[in-house]
Nanobody
Framework: QVQLVESGGGLVQTGGSLRLSCAAS????????MGWYRQAPGKQRELVAT???????NYADSVKGRFTISRDNAKNTVYLQMNSLKPEDTDVYYC??????????WGQGTQVTVSS
């Protein structure tokens, strides 16, 4: 099993920055890809960014150039640096880990609110 704990959410003004962290524990060696997803009330959870064990990244078009995902394998932690935040970035952000046998694990979510 893999456990994920997110931190770093909060309230920020338009144009501000936040950094989210997700610490993984448990069966760490089974993790392949980690990522961040977000979900607004009544909407589907959507991809924000992912990063593989080898460092390959993927971003949603809406966050390219503003968000950066990174991974510290020694600390079993993935980060999401969010700059130039917009009100439409307001969501609950979830950390996700997928394993080599395609099992998916989710964190509990952290709220990000961007005020206009």
């Amino acid at each position: 099993q893999v456990q994920l704990v997110e931190s770093g959410g909060g309230l920020v003004q338009t144009g501000g920055s936040l950094r989210l962290s997700c610490a993984a524990s448990g069966s760490i060696s089974s993790i392949n890809t980690m990522g961040w997803y977000r979900q607004a009330p009544g909407k589907q959870r959507e991809l924000v960014a992912t990063i593989t064990n080898g460092g390959t990244t993927n971003y949603a078009d809406s966050v390219k150039g503003r968000f950066t995902i990174s991974r510290d394998n020694a600390k079993n932690t993935v980060y999401l640096q969010m700059n130039s935040l917009k009100p439409e970035d307001t969501d609950v952000y979830y950390c996700r880990a997928s394993t080599w046998i395609n099992r998916v694990h989710w964190g509990q979510g952290t709220q990000v609110t961007v005020s206009s």
